[in-house]
């Protein structure tokens, strides 16, 4: 027997709210990823843009920061919360668009149970923000197509403003929009209509600090990102990484729920014309540019979050919505029993997995890299040896590790990257007596001449120290002093883009 409505919502209410209780605890234990390091770093230094993203990341991150500090769970901890009104936005979008509670409830709970939901908000990147804008901007677009105002269209700019200020990925809802506008012949008339107009304005007046940053930057940002849609040779064996892949972060269960109502409402055999159109379009716009993208580079697999509202919806659509045959109905139940248990039970695995390397054997696995196990005493290791040999600044030759010793070294220690300082441009440089030195180079261990010797008149190997999960060694770091630079100390080449 199903439960009545308001038993519904409240039941689904519970469950994600233990989902993100559940997300809060394993945010605290999990050290830090090398690039919410990077983006913890931005967040002390906000500006309008950033040479990788626009800045919605670094404001997530320092509000969490402001309440909990710059722990682990400071910087997670708005990313976590907003899954509560990513939630409503997306139950209050699939009741408008399917008329059911069971659809609506399931959309939320499904939304949260995938891995994409689960690690993508625990996890901070651009992507985050991003899963959040993109549910409300269902809401706002189902509410335009609920009420016939067009005052929605106001709400509609400001979310895809909010998808704009966190990732580029974003600007592929304009094309989605359109489509389902073109499509629906009852929606046509908002082509005509000055408020479709208005919502754009409000999101290139949302976007505007983020283009006038790329003005003032020789539109580096800009460059970086939409380069990527260029195809300079030809590599299609990315795409057989994209389903794998996409099976993994939706959970097979979802994966197979979405497929399966994205299938019927192609088949026109659940939902009115312009429910079925959004969120195919939301879908499909998407994925059709990152299956082209794959042709020629790999495409990660958290670049599909802003999908994944509208996929989590065929999801519910498919569990409650379809007839389907016998066969068919019985895997769909049986998805539709265990999709959420599987869900919670493969981010546990995912997160023991990373803190521990016991499901690998301590082996290597795609985790050890990115999440910083074992920088904690990595890092106090390192200030041993600064305060030993009085090191007024410790470089480091990438982002991660610099943005890894940011976090870790005691605050108020003199860290910077010694190249790609165009990364940097937001945040002041460490003053002339910091880099006087004696200084402290940290960089993954490798044969050959030690780093910067020509630009150093003395350059010595003084120790290494080892990064460790359990008894896996993931990284050996080199420590070498520099002492008298022969000019200045920094390299100040341009970044790629702009050569």
């Known amino acids: 027997m199903s439960p009545s409505g308001p038993r519904l919502v409240l039941q689904t209410a519970v469950a994600i709210l233990a989902l993100v209780a559940l997300r809060l605890i394993a945010a605290a234990y999990t050290p830090i990823t090398f690039d919410e390091a990077y983006y913890w770093m931005w967040s002390k230094h906000l500006a309008g843009g950033y040479y990788d993203h626009p800045p919605m990341v670094a404001v997530v991150i320092r509000l969490g920061a402001v309440m909990a500090g710059d722990t682990e769970l400071g910087v997670r901890l708005v990313s976590i919360l907003l899954a509560l009104p990513m939630s409503w936005a997306i139950y209050q979008a699939a009741l408008i668009l399917f008329d059911s509670r069971r659809v609506a409830a399931a959309s939320a709970l499904l939304l949260n149970v995938t891995l994409m939901g689960a690690v993508g908000t625990m996890i901070v990147t651009p992507d985050a923000p991003l899963l959040v804008a993109s549910s409300f901007l269902l809401f706002a677009l189902a ?210 997995q990373a803190n521990t390397g016991v499901l690998s054997g301590y082996r290597r696995d795609a985790t050890v890299r990115s999440v910083g196990v074992g920088w904690r005493e990595t890092a106090r290791e390192i200030e041993a040896v600064r305060v030993r040999i009085g090191a007024t600044c410790v470089l480091a030759s990438d982002y991660g590790t610099t943005a890894w010793l940011a976090f870790h070294l005691p605050r108020g220690t003199c860290v910077a990257q010694q190249n790609q300082r165009f990364r940097w441009v937001d945040m002041a440089e460490p003053d ?68």
């Open 143 to 352: 509410k335009v197509l609920q009420s016939g105002r067009g005052a929605w269209w106001l709400a509609v700019g400001a979310a895809a403003g909010c998808a704009l200020l966190s990732k580029y990925t974003a600007l592929f809802f304009g094309p989605a929009i359109l489509i389902w506008l073109a499509v629906v012949p009852g929606l046509r008339r908002w082509l005509i209509s000055p408020w479709l107009y208005l919502g754009g304005m409000v999101a290139l007046a949302m976007f505007a600090p983020v283009v006038l940053w790329n003005a003032e930057h020789r539109w580096v940002s800009f460059i970086k990102q939409m380069g990527r849609a260029r195809i300079e040779d030809f590599r299609p064996a990315f795409i057989a990484e994209l389903i794998p892949t996409q099976i993994a972060f939706a959970t097979p269960l979802v994966f197979i729920l979405g497929a399966m109502g994205l299938y019927a409402m192609y088949r026109r055999r659940a939902g009115a014309l312009p429910a079925r159109v959004l969120v195919n379009a939301m879908f499909w716009t998407i994925v059709a540019y990152f299956a082209w993208h794959s042709l020629h580079a790999r495409v990660e697999a958290n670049w599909f979050a802003p999908v994944y509202p509208a996929f989590a919806m065929a999801a519910a659509v498919a569990a409650h919505l379809v007839q389907w045959e016998p066969r068919q109905q019985r895997a769909v139940d049986f998805c539709r029993r265990w999709a959420a248990p599987a869900g919670v039970l493969m981010f546990a695995l995912l997160v023991a």
């Open 432 to 499: 002339a007596a910091q880099l006087a030195g004696p200084l402290l180079h940290v960089r993954e261990a490798f044969p050959g001449d030690p780093p910067l010797k020509a630009m150093f008149t003395r350059v010595d190997r003084i120790a290494e120290v080892q990064r460790r999960r359990g008894p896996l060694v993931i990284e050996t770091y080199a420590l070498n002093r520099l002492v008298g630079p022969k000019g200045e100390v920094f390299d100040r080449a341009p970044p790629p883009e702009l050569r």
